[in-house]
């Protein structure tokens, strides 16, 4: 079965940087896009970024030149790097398949991002 499993939140000073990581299983992970979303209490889960299969990327006006997602296909994992975090960039953190043999999708337990002070 398709997992998702997301690490590397914590705590980080604002201007910190921090590099998540969501390790795939279960599906064809060199064929998938990928993707990172946030999402915290009370709002709605935010698209951030994007991957495609061929490694072509997209962001959200919000965190483009600070975050830069990116996939290794031998590990079966995307990472999202951020750097110059912001207070506002605290969320809940998922990453997102979409298996284009299923077009069902499937997302990751989410790992907890705080910046603060």
């Known amino acids: 079965q398709v997992q998702l499993v997301e690490s590397g939140g914590g705590l980080v000073q604002p201007g910190g940087s921090l590099r998540l990581s969501c390790l795939a299983s279960?599906?064809?992970?060199?064929?998938?896009?990928l993707g990172w979303y946030r999402q915290v209490p009370g709002k709605e889960r935010e698209w951030i970024a994007s991957?495609?299969?061929?490694?072509?990327?997209s962001y959200a006006s919000s965190v483009k030149g600070r975050f830069t997602i990116s996939r290794d296909n031998p590990t079966n994992t995307v990472y999202l790097q951020m750097n110059s975090l912001k207070p506002d960039d605290t969320a809940v953190y998922y990453c997102?398949?979409?298996?284009?043999?299923?077009?069902?999708?499937?997302w990751g337990q989410g790992t907890q991002v705080t910046v603060s002070s």
């Open positions: 279960g599906f064809a992970f060199r064929m998938s896009p």
């Open positions: 991957i495609t299969s061929a490694g072509g990327t």
């Open positions: 997102k398949v979409v298996p284009p043999t299923s077009g069902a999708s499937y």
